[in-house]
């Protein structure tokens, strides 16, 4: 039935009524939802469908159903294969970052606090601070990838309105709780990548990944990783435990559901106050309105995860684009630079 469904407008429209409307109330309750809420840390009432599920929003509107335009998605990749796996680094994600810290022609300074931004001679001014002695540095292009709350911070004196509207973004907090044990404690068998938790389960986590199932170099021989994301618009004051806490009630949950049997070797646990920004309510016309002032502040670029969405693949997506429209720019420049002394020289 789902290829008969007309089209909808989509303005507006938040996950579940857009899942609702081509999938039924049951695809939204057993899938949708523990997905949005375990790796968005969203709430799928609130959340808008064409931010947070701009792919399907895409085969709808392109198609006219989701399932003949998965299908054809699924042709065309077959005669264009590359398949990419999902893929981690022996030192974690984190390797990622520091391979690009050192990359030939790029300087890094850490350490270094940015209090205020300014329109400067062309370009802007960035002034802060560094161990505690005043800093200003000057150039003439500038990407802001911090959080939109601090983003709103650095530009009020710049641009009220954009300030403004980079501080209705709202977060969640998201935590991971990392559990190391004995393969042998472990009776459910770790065949998969692990699960999602939808609502109507009422566990006191939203998800959890096996990740020496996933990445066999995450744990030593005979042990197993278990990481449980808790939070989220779910769960927000889930963090406010104490570690003890946390980890008692996660474990308490895990044990029936994967027949876990002893005490953890190995716990880890990490906060994140404003973890993941959230999409919600009319969040691609709040973009329009920043992208609308950004465009009008030369030299300036927003990249952040609340832009474009917040996977790995997204923000190099994104980090990509970014460095596009700076190339554009400057060659731009350097166009009209080029025309001016020509000018000047005719003279």
Known sequence: AEPFIPRGAHTGETVSQFIRR?????????AM?????GTLASDPDLAEAQSVLPRLTALEQRYGSLTLGMFINKVVKRRHANTADTFSFSGGMEQLA????DTPGITLRTGVQANRILQQHGGWSVRGSIGGQPTQTWTEHLVLGTPADTSSQLLEDTDSTLSRLLAGIEYAPVGVLHLGMKSSNIRQQLDGTGFLV???NQLTFNGNLWMSTMFPHRAPPGKALLSSYVGGVRHPDQLQQTDEELTDNILRSLRPLMKITGEP??????RHAKGLPLYHGQYRARLAQ?????NALPGLQLCANYIGGVSIRERIFQGRMTAHAIAVQLQRELAARGRQRL????H
Do not use: N, P, Y
């Open 22 to 30: 081509r999938l039924g109330q049951e695809v939204l309750d057993t």
């Open 33 to 37: 939802d523990a997905f949005v809420s």
């Open 98 to 101: 520091l391979a690009l810290a």
């Open 198 to 200: 939808a609502k109507h």
């Open 265 to 270: 070797d190995f716990v880890r646990i990490r």
């Open 290 to 294: 920043i992208a609308s002032h950004t």
């Open 343 to 346: 000018l000047t020289t005719s």
